[in-house]
């Protein structure tokens, strides 16, 4: 009898301090749930990186182009975005055009495998203006735009970005704009690619106005890239790069404005104060226009300084996005 009670006495005793280790570790639990700040959380974007971040590197031959998936990967990056323009030099190493586009194509589709990086956009250059105000022109810049919409789907990219130069005519470059962007949509929709349009300068760099295109274009594979920067109107004596700004649209409205038609969007930065911050652009203000939005697909670090190195610029921006995510409420 003595032995029964004595085992039910044990048995309970167990049940009880099994029942207080399972509260304290439901508590301990608990604490640590507390203790994790906001802060910690991931940030609500993953990181690409621009191929333009590096063009000094790779025009002055000190970076191969074909090393860009590699380089991305070394820096933390998940996807890469490309430019068009660095690789003039690859294209030229076949007398055939088309051959050596594909062998091109070959090697940084296997170099993306390699580094487990993510092939997300061709930024396109150089191929003509769609938004010239002479159609057969305007129709030849979308047959030019074609091979790298093919090139976008063979390597595995979302998007191909173009430019909408042309006429600085506000009434007639919507027109033309809408005209050229929507022939290489049609085609672009036929490869499962987008068309998208940066800010880069002149009426492109209108909030209003490109979202006024965007808005007839009408097609589900035309979107926008919102750069924090390149809102610039008007540059001394009419060029399109290099000389001064005179004039500049709002950058924080048009990346605001840009946002419902985003299918990418570009961190440009190009200097930064001691504490890691850019010098001209808010980017906690950029961040909360995104966040608003409810963008969470890639950013893409381009960097485009002169006081820092450009793997330090990189690392500085990348840095900031990170950094600036995790305070925001």
Known sequence: MYKIILIGLLAISTLNSCKKNTSVNSDTQKEESKMKSPQESEPFFKLSLAQWSLHKAILSGKMDPLDFAQ??????????????????????????????????????KSKSETYKIQNLIIMVDGEGDLAVLDEKERNLAVENHKKWVDAAQFLGCHSIRVNLFGT??????????????????????????????????????????????????????????PDFGNFCLQREGGERWGAKCIEEYPKYKGVEEMMPFAKAVSAKSYDFDTAGNETTIDYKKMLEIIKKAEYSGFIGV??????????????????LLINTSKNLN
Not at 175 to 204: C, F, M, P, T
Not at 302 to 319: M, S
């Open 302 to 319: 381009e960097y485009e300084g002169e006081r820092l190195g450009e793997i330090e610029g990189i690392k500085v921006t990348r840095d």
């Open 168 to 225: 600085n005519d506000p009434k007639k470059w919507v027109d033309v704009a809408v005209d050229g962007l929507g022939k290489l949509s049609d085609y672009a929709a036929s490869r499962n690619v987008n068309v998208i349009v940066e800010n880069h300068g002149y009426l492109s760099s209108n909030g209003k106005l490109l979202v006024e295109v965007m808005k007839k274009v009408n097609k589900s594979n035309c979107g926008t890239l």
């Open 71 to 108: 380089k991305a990967s070394e820096l933390g990056f998940e996807g890469v975005e490309y430019v068009s323009q660095l690789y003039n030099d690859e294209l030229k190493k076949d007398s055939d055009p088309k051959k050596a586009m594909q062998q091109l194509l070959e090697v940084l």
